[in-house]
């Protein structure tokens, strides 16, 4: 009896201790509000090349940085700005620029590395957009 008593309270013990654990691995996503985060939609840049692709929510949520570490000093807060500049190019980046501010492979990886991380290229481009590469639509 004693031993049926003591296997029971154990088990009630370890199967306390899994449900706790497990309770503990569930995150609650924070709801996006642009206004704190910026746009939710990705921004998409199609000068001097097409397409790079900039999403908020990675740089705002996710390095926890907030509008005025890139606004208005790296980019003017409208959207569109930026790409209008004459100097809106890959070596203007790399000398410290625009994402270059930031992305100068100490703070976060360099310009001139990770290409794909942010320019998902003429298909890739379609395929945000729900287009076939000839400019279709697709299914």
Same mark, same amino acid.
């Given at each position: 009896?004693?031993?049926?008593?003591?296997?029971?309270?154990?088990?009630?013990?370890?199967?306390?201790?899994?449900?706790? #654990?497990? #309770?503990?691995?569930?995150?609650?996503?924070?709801?996006?509000?642009?206004?704190?985060?910026? /746009?939710?939609? /990705?921004?998409?840049?199609?000068?001097?090349?097409?397409?790079?692709?900039?999403?908020?929510?990675?740089?705002?949520?996710?390095?926890?940085?907030?509008?005025?570490?890139?606004?208005?000093?790296?980019?003017?807060?409208?959207?569109?700005?930026?790409?209008?500049?004459?100097?809106?190019?890959?070596?203007?980046?790399?000398?410290?620029?625009?994402?270059?501010?930031?992305?100068?492979?100490?703070?976060?990886?360099?310009?001139?590395?990770?290409?794909?991380?942010?320019?998902?290229?003429?298909?890739?481009?379609?395929?945000?957009?729900?287009?076939?590469?000839?400019?279709?639509? #697709?299914?």
């Amino acid at each position: 009896m004693k031993k049926i008593l003591l296997l029971l309270v154990l088990g009630v013990f370890l199967l306390s201790g899994a449900l706790l #654990s497990a #309770s503990g691995d569930v995150a609650v996503e924070e709801e996006y509000d642009e206004d704190t985060y910026g /746009p939710e939609d /990705p921004i998409v840049w199609t000068k001097p090349v097409k397409s790079v692709v900039f999403d908020h929510k990675i740089h705002t949520m996710g390095a926890e940085l907030d509008c005025d570490s890139c606004h208005d000093d790296l980019f003017e807060m409208e959207a569109g700005v930026a790409e209008e500049n004459e100097d809106f190019t890959m070596d203007t980046l790399y000398e410290g620029g625009y994402c270059g501010g930031c992305h100068d492979g100490s703070t976060a990886f360099a310009s001139n590395t990770r290409c794909t991380a942010c320019h998902i290229g003429v298909r890739g481009h379609a395929r945000l957009l729900g287009e076939t590469a000839d400019g279709g639509k #697709s299914h």
